[in-house]
């Protein structure tokens, strides 16, 4: 198994690969979406590539981050929108 790193998932740590985006390593975490859109519907990556923004989450208190775009680095706090 390759290099981890730690992050804080919504106040809980979690290891995840180092060099994954975090969209990648928060989908292998088993989470099914991100965020609530305003109208209250689920949400979650779809392009993968930060088109279409489906996949953003607050990260180290910056909010609408887009975490396909973001390497994961030890000690990151992200916190979705579906706590």
Known sequence: MGEKVRIILNGRECDVPAGATLASALLALGLTHFRTSVHGEP???LCGMGVCQ?????????MHVRACLLLC???????????
């Open 54 to 62: 489906e996949c953003r989450l607050t990260v180290d208190g910056r």
């Open 43 to 45: 949400r979650a990556p």
């Open 73 to 83: 680095r030890d000690g990151m706090r992200v916190e979705t929108g579906t706590v």
